[in-house]
């Protein structure tokens, strides 16, 4: 999720930056929503902060806007060589009360990366959740609860300590098993390579 988020005890908020990324790029609301495969009155509301995307979407976007996913919340102005995101340091960039997935980013000043790592807090229900598929590939470690990962003719439970790896071109899915929601690290890597593809990390 890309919108702008406001963390607990003071945290900096996190801005989505669909829009100045796009006026930089002179691209009007119709060619970036052609190329994203969004629709112009969605990317509206993305851009107003009124909408929240998933990931998926995210990717789509900074695809289309030629950037990697992490530069959508994260100011390019703070990257820098080597990175250190503190526990407490985690920026959310989704709302507390977010029904969904919920997610933090981590090393988002860092420089060009092929991984994009998150802290992801899966929901229970995912029934209205449709399956997602993206470029590249995802690593997903349970830190803290048990989660489900589903693909659309199996699924895998995964408990603290478990770990899979797998092509993010295969339809997918995780929610949380248990009482409370389960804290997985997820990284996304791209696999495409090229000058190309400067940042090839999106999922």
Known sequence: MIAEAVGERGKR???NR????????????????????????????????????????GASLARALGVPLDHLFAD???LTEVT????????????????????????????????TPFMLY???????????????????????GRAELLFPARSLTLGPGDSAYFKATTPHKVRSLGTERAAVLLLV??????AE??????P
């Open 13 to 15: 908020p996190v801005f």
């Open 18 to 57: 669909v829009r100045q990324l796009r006026k930089e790029r002179l691209m009007t609301l119709e060619v970036l929503a052609e190329r994203s495969g969004v629709t112009k009155s969605y990317l509206s509301k993305v851009e107003r902060g009124h909408s929240v995307p998933s990931i998926a979407v």
């Open 76 to 78: 390019t102005e703070e």
């Open 84 to 115: 250190v995101t503190r526990a407490g340091d985690r920026r959310p960039l989704t709302a507390d009360d977010e029904p969904g997935s919920r997610y933090e980013g981590i090393a988002l000043q860092a420089g060009a990366k092929k991984m």
């Open 122 to 144: 899966p929901p229970h229900d995912t029934g209205p959740v449709p399956f997602r598929d993206h470029p590249g590939e995802e690593f997903l470690f349970v830190h803290h």
């Open 189 to 194: 890597c791209d696999d495409r390579d090229g």
């Open 197 to 202: 593809t400067p940042h090839p990390h999106l």
